[in-house]
């Protein structure tokens, strides 16, 4: 009985092309435009645009945008004056400016609180980039520290005898001589080296293309979601055409056609994970097959709690237009909140703890694991525990709100 | 042998309102039985109270001589039902609604085959069997939905208003259709607003008002137990219609 239902969603579904389409084809869409907007950034860092207003136009001051311009981090762009710079930003073609101010040339840099009267550096931005102006702030010490060593020096001195004791006439010529020497460096070398030695080695993440992972389960479950939803939504046609009572007095309880349903909604979610997955690995390097069992583990589990929230969804709802409103709300709602629209790693630390009451957040976390982390399948115990625990919760409500259906 | 069907003094309410209020009818082998009465009369509580879809407040429906309460599918393995939607699905293939609901009432194999083209030879579809659904006519879906309600060939046949909608040939088919069970032993609840076809199909009518049964019995018996005399008054070069019968019972007062 229940395979009948499960054959009658399928045989409807290869009938309808725009559900076809919604299951299949909208989905790698989508995950074709994230993997190739993100995907491809790895090959290079991204680059932060700042404007720069040279108010000093002095030598040290046009040795700094030099240096600053140096930096791959950085995309440098000059502008005459303030005015200009904040047009820019207000118009959003840049979220930070730095202007260096007049006497900047000039001016001893101070180890400690800074001279009264001495001129400031002055950022402007636009606080919808968090990011941004964070990045200049910190390239700029940085440069100042390694790209300008002899300004450094010199303020050093002046330092070192406030708080240490006047140096020697020799100590002072011997570092006023370094200073020279580091200042008459070609610029390639001023920019060689950090203050330490620094060696990056990344220790988890795929070696081909790490972030289509994440794309790919964050895509997938979402468009899981809108799939199941949307057939959960055939319960509500069976109910409005009178198909419903005929089913019931046939030999299918509800609790037979619940069900079969799930069991529909489940094969159509794990075909559903199948093609996205197997689309990646084919157009963009998805490590799949070295992953299959975690694939196999987190996809059945995925697919099963969408589909009972399908379901979940349907029965809650009176009408196929409530049940659209219903699910378009929930689904972008806790989409956007479980990571599949942005990265849960990047969200506040509070955020990203409530995100754990979704269900979506542990099955990204579960496939995160598998692909990104290559962590070891017992990691998976947890997710796969809440996403059939919530399975369970999800079937049992929808049963409970289904008996309205049954009798009257 | 049992009665194929037997409801008594049913009860039903919906928010206080009555919907049966005491209903009793029996359905005796191979007949038709109309079941006539004006909107929100009680007629559909009534089928959906048979069909087992409805929990009465009391009283009871025996099926074939085995009291069948709301949901026991068992005791309505031998009943069919034809509702007034066309409660079938419109992206599937004739021929595969035919399946679908054959399946669901337990059938499958060459016994299902069987059962599918048969169904579809007696409702006229066989040249439409792979056609969509929604691509049939109003009166092949009629049929469809007629021959989709039988698949699993019933001994007791609840019809809602099978002919709603349709032009006078479909409906003179599905007339035969009907005709075509009963020769085959088939008994029938038959629910509809046309006087002249309960007149043509039924063996007894029974009608219903206000959730009760207001009066039953064949359409000669209903004239003389309503009527009687006035007809030589009323009518004088014609019997008095069924559907007079039904005025005189309900009232001309449009009820929706």
């Known amino acids: 009985m229940i395979g009948n239902i499960v054959r009658t969603g399928w045989m409807n579904l290869r009938r309808d092309r725009a559900a076809w389409m919604l299951s299949f084809v909208v989905p790698i869409v989508f995950f074709s435009i994230f993997a190739s907007i993100f995907g491809g950034r790895r090959s290079s860092t991204p680059r932060v645009t700042v404007l720069i207003v040279d108010e000093d136009r002095s030598d040290r001051s046009k040795r700094l945008v030099n240096a600053l311009r140096a930096e791959s981090a950085l995309k440098v762009i000059d502008k005459a004056d303030a005015a200009s710079a904040e047009a820019v930003i207000k118009k959003g073609d840049a979220a930070v400016a730095l202007v260096i101010p007049k006497g900047f040339g000039t001016t001893q840099i101070t180890f400690g609180p800074a001279k009264a009267g001495a001129p400031s550096f002055r950022m402007l931005r636009d606080p919808s980039d968090m990011i941004a102006p964070q990045v200049v702030s910190g390239m700029l010490q940085k440069t100042l520290f390694v790209g300008m060593p002899d300004m450094m020096i010199t303020g050093g001195m002046d330092a070192l005898e406030k708080f240490g004791g006047p140096l020697t006439p020799q100590q002072r010529e011997n570092l006023q001589k370094q200073a020279t020497n580091l200042k008459n460096l070609p610029r390639q070398k001023q920019q060689q080296g950090d203050l330490v030695k620094l060696d990056v080695t990344d220790v988890v993440g795929s070696k081909d293309n790490p972030i289509i992972a994440f794309y790919g389960a964050g895509v997938g479950v979402m468009f899981l979601l809108f799939t199941a939803s949307g057939a959960g939504g055939a319960l509500l046609d069976e109910v409005e055409s009178g198909t419903l009572d005929r089913i019931l007095s046939t030999r299918v309880s509800m609790s037979k056609l619940l069900a079969g349903k799930l069991v529909y909604l489940w094969s159509l979610g794990v075909a559903q994970l199948i093609v996205m997955f197997v689309w990646g690995a084919l157009v963009f390097r998805l490590p799949l097959m070295s992953h299959l069992a975690g694939f196999a583990i987190m996809t059945s589990v995925t697919a099963l709690t969408c589909a009972t929230f399908g379901l979940l969804l349907a029965s809650v709802s009176r009408t196929r237009a409530q049940l659209s409103a219903i699910s378009t709300l929930a689904v972008l709602s806790i989409s956007a909140l479980g990571g599949s629209m942005f990265p849960r790693f990047l969200m506040s630390e509070k955020l990203q703890r409530a995100s754990l009451v979704l269900f979506n957040s542990w099955a990204l976390d579960g496939y995160i694991n598998v692909f990104w982390r290559e962590a070891p399948l017992s990691t998976l115990v947890a997710p796969v525990a809440v996403l059939i625990g919530w399975a369970v919760v999800f079937f049992f409500i929808a049963r409970q709100l289904a008996r309205r259906w049954e009798f009257v | ?256």
Not at chain 2, 58 to 85: L, M, Y
Not at chain 2, 97 to 105: A, I, K, S
Not at chain 2, 240 to 254: Q, Y
Request: overall charge neutral; hydrophobic content about 40%; aromatic content about 4%.
């Open chain 2, 1 to 256: 042998m049992a009665n194929p069907l037997v409801v008594t003094n049913l009860v039903k309410s919906f928010n206080g309102r009555k919907a049966l209020d005491g209903v009793s009818l029996d359905l005796r082998q191979s007949e038709i039985l109309g079941l006539l009465g004006p909107n929100g009369a009680g007629k559909s509580t009534l089928v959906r109270t048979i069909m087992g879809r409805v929990t009465p407040n009391s009283g009871e429906v025996a099926i074939f001589g085995r009291s069948a309460p709301a949901g026991d599918n068992v005791a309505r393995e031998q009943v069919g039902v034809v509702p007034q939607e066309i409660a079938l699905y419109p992206l599937l293939t004739a021929r595969e609604n035919l399946m679908v609901f054959g399946r669901y009432h337990g059938l499958h194999g060459d016994a299902l085959d069987h059962a599918i083209q048969e169904s579809l030879s007696w409702a006229g579809l066989a040249e439409r069997a792979f056609d969509a659904t929604k691509q049939l006519s109003g009166g092949m879906k009629r049929r469809l939905n007629m021959a989709a309600g039988v698949i699993h060939k019933p001994k007791l046949l609840l019809l809602d208003e099978p002919t709603v909608g349709v032009d006078p040939q479909s409906r003179e088919r599905i007339y035969q259709m009907i005709e075509t069970l009963r020769a085959g032993g088939v008994s029938m609840i038959y629910t509809t607003h046309y006087m002249e076809e309960a007149e043509r199909l039924c063996d007894r009518i029974a009608i219903i008002d206000h959730g009760r049964i207001i009066a039953s019995g064949t359409k000669d018996e209903l004239v003389r137990s309503t009527i009687g005399d006035k007809r030589e008054m009323v009518m004088v070069e014609k019997v008095p219609s069924l559907e007079a019968v039904f005025l005189h019972l309900t009232g001309r007062d449009l009820r929706e």
